[in-house]
């Protein structure tokens, strides 16, 4: 008996509302702002604040695990974290899948993966596997263009709906290459079938998106992550063109500084009442957790 080679099916009865819905937000020309998360209450805080989507930020991810973001865990981990979040809101989810977690066919998988879990936006960056977290100082590689345009065609290959958003990133900039490589990158990375670009900086202010901008000429979608420019506002986004910001990390960061400082204060006076006044309510954690609507089920 003859066994028929196996082929991964090329039609889809996916629902991908998200997906879609975050493809008509970059189409629309409005300014997408989204939130970094590492799991569901975050996540769902950022949509409770008005965040129009949710970024799984792979640094929050690993740090939620006590790890630095140099690639230590594996895409199920960060696939865990971004369903998690997911399921969590309504807003679309974009997970940062760093550089597609290996080689070109690791890049497909997580195509696959995520899109199947309903992930409505899929980055992978050009830096070489395994990555270090754009600010660390050291071991910044990028793959070559070509090498990370292939991957680019794998991934969107594996892609199934016609709706998911596969934004490409590159870290040009972050390694010192500058103006005339990020956006050799950036125009080769739409070629290969990328729908957005993200253009990551560290300057300690926005002139190195505001000269890409300049000379993008609006060819794709543009995402920006201004962490070390944080005095550049949604205004001056929405006026430069660009499609999203993403805060990828103020949330995990502010969160740290208030935790760190309720305990100081619960060690230092001895109880916990200074703090009360302060801190969310037992209430509100069930409140944001769902509490009601699942007794309800149970009724
Ligand atoms: C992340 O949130 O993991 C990012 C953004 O990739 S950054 O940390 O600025 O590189
Ligand atoms: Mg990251």
Redesign the pocket.
């Known amino acids: 008996m003859s066994i028929a080679p196996y082929a991964p099916s090329t039609t889809t009865t996916l629902p991908a509302p998200r997906a879609a819905a975050l493809r008509d937000a970059f189409a629309s020309g409005r300014l997408i702002r989204a939130a970094?998360a590492h799991d569901g209450l975050s996540a769902r805080l950022a949509e409770e604040s008005g965040f129009d989507a949710v970024?799984a930020?792979?640094?929050?991810i690993s740090a939620a695990h006590g790890l630095p973001?140099v690639s230590l865990l594996g895409m199920a981990e960060y696939l865990a974290g971004a369903v998690a979040m997911h399921r969590s809101v309504e807003v679309p989810v974009v997970a940062?899948c760093d550089t597609g977690f290996g080689g070109s066919l690791n890049a497909a998988y997580t195509m696959m993966r995520y899109e199947e879990a309903g992930v409505a936006g899929v980055c992978i960056?050009d830096k070489i596997f395994p990555k270090r977290?754009?600010?660390v100082n050291s071991g910044q590689k990028l793959l070559g263009v070509e090498e990370f345009a292939t991957k680019l065609e794998a991934a969107k290959r594996a892609q199934v709906s016609t709706d998911t958003v596969l934004i490409a990133r590159t870290e040009a900039f972050i390694c010192g290459l500058g103006l005339q490589e990020a956006l050799t990158r950036c125009h080769a990375y739409v070629d290969a079938g990328a729908d957005a670009v993200l253009v990551?900086s560290k300057a300690v202010d926005s002139h190195e998106v505001m000269s890409f901008m300049r000379e993008w000429e609006h060819r794709a979608p543009v995402v920006v992550?201004p962490?070390t420019y944080a005095d550049f506002s949604a205004d001056e986004a929405r006026e430069a063109g660009i499609a999203m910001v993403?805060y990828?990390?103020q949330g995990m960061r502010a969160a740290i500084t208030a935790i760190r400082d309720t305990w100081a204060t619960v060690l230092a006076q001895g109880s916990t009442a200074a703090v009360e006044p302060r801190i969310a309510s037992v209430k509100d954690i069930f409140a944001i957790s769902g509490m009601d609507a699942w007794l309800e089920m149970d009724r």
């Open positions: 970094g970024w930020s792979g640094l929050e973001d940062d960056e977290n754009s600010f990551h992550v962490t993403i990828a990390n």
